[in-house]
């Protein structure tokens, strides 16, 4: 929202950074939160990779580079039976100091509201973090390229590392999604697609791309979010009502 690019790869980067979790942690036997840590670092890699060939072009074109990204992270990583794909494989809960954060346990006491708290406090840090790098030199060029490349450019602004820039720091949040999801339960192939990418997109829209309380609308508005329960929906499926009120 802040440098007026469209990207369809989001979804395939918290796929991405999920999936590294769960092969770090289960795999290789990293504890948390330097497993999730080293996912979001790899994701972002990746997105600075993908931001590379896409910032010479914009709009609709940037749409389709990014398009042809995601399903090839879904096609190359996602369905390889090399690596294991998203194959639901649960990855252990993460313990800080002793204090288990996780979703589920044995027992009546599943569905953990702490991992609830947890996701709150990222989500809340997140929000500080981007509001914090809005006012920042680099968020203003991010607005300088948005409003118009070619003048940014002739006032000094690097217009190239500056999209890059963006591409490493949305990559980075997409990463934080995705691990998120990967300690919330199983992960799954099908809810990392590219059309479930462009849903993300419409709804992102919808709630507003230029501030942080839009971001919160389409969370609200998403499928399985708050609106879906209040509409009569479950976390697994939209209801009719608000499945209309998304199209």
Not at 201 to 224: D, K, P, R
Not at 231 to 242: E, H, L
Request: hydrophobic content about 55%; cysteine-free.
């Amino acid at each position: 929202g802040y440098v007026g690019q469209i990207s369809l790869a989001q979804l395939a980067f918290a796929g991405l950074a999920g999936f590294a979790t769960a092969k770090l942690t289960v795999a290789a036997g990293i504890p948390f939160p330097w497993a999730p840590m080293l996912a979001i670092a790899i994701t972002t890699g990746i997105g600075i990779l993908v931001g590379l060939p896409a910032v010479r072009v914009r709009g609709m074109t940037l749409a389709v580079v990014t398009a042809g990204a995601a399903l090839a992270i879904e096609e190359l990583i996602f369905k390889s039976e090399a690596l294991g794909g998203l194959n639901r494989q649960r990855v252990p809960s993460p313990r800080l100091f002793g204090i288990d954060l996780g979703f589920f346990v044995t027992g009546h006491d599943n569905f953990r509201p702490a991992f609830g708290l947890f996701v709150l406090i990222v989500l809340i840090g997140t929000f500080v973090a981007v509001a914090n790098l809005r006012r920042s030199p680099t968020g203003l060029k991010w607005l300088a390229v948005r409003a118009n490349e070619r003048a940014a450019a002739a006032v000094g602004v690097n217009v190239t590392a500056t999209k890059l820039s963006a591409f490493a720091v949305s990559s980075l949040i997409a990463g934080v999604g995705g691990v998120l999801l990967a300690y919330r339960g199983s992960l799954a192939p099908e809810s990392f697609t590219v059309f479930g990418a462009l849903a993300l997109l419409a709804i992102t829209y919808l709630g507003g791309i230029a501030s942080i309380s839009g971001a919160v609308v389409a969370g609200l508005l998403f499928s399985g979010g708050v609106f879906t329960r209040l509409a009569g929906g479950t976390t697994g499926s939209q209801s009719d009502f608000s499945f209309a009120i998304s199209g």
